[in-house]
């Protein structure tokens, strides 16, 4: 067997290699013995198990996801009722308790700004609702009414 080697002035040198190749024994594979009609009748018992099992925690997540949404849903819904109340408050009492006009047309115009695709059902569209919620809210109470 021959190796290159570099020597200190760069130049190829080819080396014979003097260790000894080492002998190794033969290896030889063991065959798995075939699975027996119950070894089978147990996998097949093990995966319905199993399938039965990943079906029930499936279900569970579904339930969980639609009790999130219900929540979810129900907080910032909750929200936009409370801002459309005091609106309509300061309507029905004139316009001694109603927000300035400023106020509502910046409301007005952060509403319009909001981009928002409900057909495409993104986790981003709920949080933009409910970051708008907020900043509706805190537009409506941090500036004096009229």
Do not use: C, W
């Not at 798995?32 to 099992?53: L, N, Y």
């Not at 979810?72 to 309509?88: D, N």
């Amino acid at each position: 067997m021959t190796k290159k080697k570099k020597s200190e002035k760069e130049e190829d040198v080819v080396v014979q290699d003097t260790a000894v190749a080492e002998l190794k024994p033969k290896v030889r594979r063991v065959r798995k013995p075939r699975p027996t009609a119950s070894d089978k009748r147990h996998a097949k018992e093990k995966r319905i198990e199993v399938s039965r099992e990943t079906i029930a925690e499936l279900e569970g997540l579904r339930r969980t996801l639609e009790e999130i949404s219900e929540r979810y849903q129900l907080r910032v819904s909750g929200q936009f009722a409370e801002l459309v109340s005091i609106l309509e408050a300061g309507l029905g009492a004139g316009d001694r308790t109603a927000p300035a006009a400023p106020t509502l047309a910046k409301m007005i115009e952060r509403i319009h700004k909001t981009e928002l695709k409900p057909r495409k059902g993104r986790a981003k569209d709920l949080v933009r609702l409910q970051d708008l919620a907020g900043e509706l809210t805190e537009m409506l109470m941090s500036n004096p009414l009229d």
